[in-house]
């Protein structure tokens, strides 16, 4: 009996993928002469998922993908959001469209991808630049933390803008940003715990605080553009700010 229903489950989430990718299939925007008329496409990114439809386990699919990751950053570095079009994508990636829907129903799904994407390098960053990089003092460490976290551009970072900022409300909800927050949070955790040479580790509210003032203040700095405050001269204020003031700071009890 235990078997029987485990099979029937088994069915109905095979049964409910099955319908969701035939209803992604029917959504797609059908080629006219090789090409998509742009109508199309504007109905396709109204009714189909603004997420990417799988994430690559393969060495082959992780090559597709960050293909048209590298399509979509030229794309929109010289026309726009306007420009990103999944023809678009298809003709500067060479892949095939229908490859493409394979991965992307839509452009607001490949912004959604590369979001992540984004994150995903900076946190990789982290780890391997900050927490597990050997031969560094607390204090450059630190320093390395900030500029990472704070946008600087570092080798490892993707690349990202006050444009794709502007947009991000169409592909996130809170509980991606709250994701996020933690994800960074354990980073930063580990960076410090890394820090053995530090006279006094900082409370768990003092770095709460510390990664609060990098990534809103780097996202805020994106936002307003501030004259003659660009990231790079910003996130080292910071870094010098803060190694001044954790030698200060009280530390765990």
Same mark, same amino acid.
């Given at each position: 009996m235990r078997v029987a229903c485990k099979l029937c489950k088994q069915r109905r989430r095979t049964l409910t993928v099955s319908l969701s990718r035939r209803a992604v299939v029917r959504n797609r925007p059908k080629a006219? &002469? &090789? @090409?998509? %008329? @742009?109508?199309e496409v504007a109905?396709?990114?109204v009714t189909t %998922? /603004? *997420? %990417?439809? *799988?994430?690559?386990?393969? #060495?082959r699919a992780r090559f597709t993908m960050q293909a048209i990751y590298d399509a979509f950053v030229r794309i929109w570095q010289t026309q726009g959001w306007a420009g990103v079009t999944t023809r678009a994508l298809a003709l500067e990636t060479g892949i095939a469209v229908g490859t493409l829907y394979d991965y992307f129903p839509n452009k607001q799904a490949v912004l /959604?991808?590369?979001v992540r994407h984004c994150v995903e390098q900076l946190l990789d960053c982290l780890q391997q630049q900050v927490i597990? #990089?050997?031969?560094?003092d607390w204090r450059q460490r630190v320093q390395r933390l900030v500029a990472l976290t704070c946008g600087a551009q570092q080798a490892g970072l993707a690349y990202f803008d006050h444009d794709m900022l502007m947009l991000e409300n169409q592909i996130a @909800?809170? *509980?991606h940003h709250s994701r996020v927050y933690q994800e960074l949070l354990q980073k930063w955790q580990a960076a410090f715990s890394a820090c053995t040479d530090m006279p006094r580790h900082p409370a768990d509210a003092t770095v709460q605080a510390l990664l609060? #003032? #990098?990534?809103? &203040?780097?996202?805020?700095v994106l936002l307003v553009q501030p004259e003659g405050m660009g990231l790079q001269q910003w996130s080292a204020e910071m870094a010098r700010l803060w190694c001044g003031m954790l030698e200060q700071a009280p530390g765990n009890p």
């Open positions: 006219v &002469g &090789g @090409e998509i %008329p @742009e109508e109905k396709t990114t %998922p /603004s *997420k %990417p439809l *799988k994430r690559p386990s393969q #060495a /959604s991808g590369y597990e #990089a050997p031969g560094l @909800e809170t *509980k609060l #003032a #990098a990534w809103g &203040g780097r996202r805020y």
